[in-house]
Nanobody, 116 residues
Framework: QVQLVESGGGTVQTGGSLRLSCAVS????????SGWYRQAPGKERELVAH???????AYADSAKGRFTLSRDDDKNTLYLQMTGVKPEDTAVYFC??????????WGRGTQVTVSS
């Protein structure tokens, strides 16, 4: 059974930093396209960043220059380092794994709240 478990969410002040982690069991992250999505209240879920099997990363425009996606293959864990956070980054952040055709597995999400 595949399980993706996010951690590291919380409340942070505008301009601060936060690191999200996603630990997985039942699959190997390096064999999937993996990444982070987020969903703000009243909005659709959107891609934040994803990483291909060989480590190539891509970011949403809103995340470029502020967020960094990384993967520890030894720990089978995905990270999202968030810096310079803004109130509009407030959302539930979801870890995901799948392919470029779509997400196959989702985590349950972790809340990030940015206070102004």
């Amino acid at each position: 059974q595949v399980q993706l478990v996010e951690s590291g969410g919380g409340t942070v002040q505008t301009g601060g930093s936060l690191r999200l982690s996603c630990a997985v069991s039942g699959l190997v992250f390096a064999a999937y396209v993996s990444g982070w999505y987020r969903q703000a209240p009243g909005k659709e879920r959107e891609l934040v960043a994803h990483m291909g099997t060989y480590g190539a990363t891509a970011y949403a425009d809103s995340a470029k220059g502020r967020f960094t996606l990384s993967r520890d293959d030894d720990k089978n864990t995905l990270y999202l380092q968030m810096t310079g956070v803004k109130p509009e980054d407030t959302a539930v952040y979801f870890c995901a794994a799948g392919s470029y055709d779509g997400v196959e597995y989702w985590g349950r999400g972790t809340q990030v709240t940015v206070s102004s």
